[in-house]
């Protein structure tokens, strides 16, 4: 028996599908990576804009 057409298409789609997934989520870590840093930085720039010139509360 030989491979239809169909056959050896589905094998190369599941080739391109195991290729990508052995890459690895590279791309949703860098996303979570940037914005991790972004509200980190939104942090200090209210922590030193916003408490800190106003001062020690009484």
Same mark, same amino acid.
């Given at each position: 028996m030989s491979d239809s057409p @169909?056959?050896?298409t589905?094998? /190369?789609?599941d080739q391109a599908v195991d290729? &990508?997934?052995r890459r690895?989520? @590279?791309g949703a870590i860098?996303? /979570?990576g940037t914005a991790t840093a972004i509200v &980190?930085?939104?942090w200090f720039a209210?922590?030193?804009l916003v408490f800190l010139?106003?001062?020690v509360i009484q």
């Open positions: @169909s056959d050896r589905h094998s /190369a789609e290729d &990508i997934v690895g989520p @590279s860098a996303l /979570a &980190i930085g939104l209210f922590y030193f010139p106003r001062g």
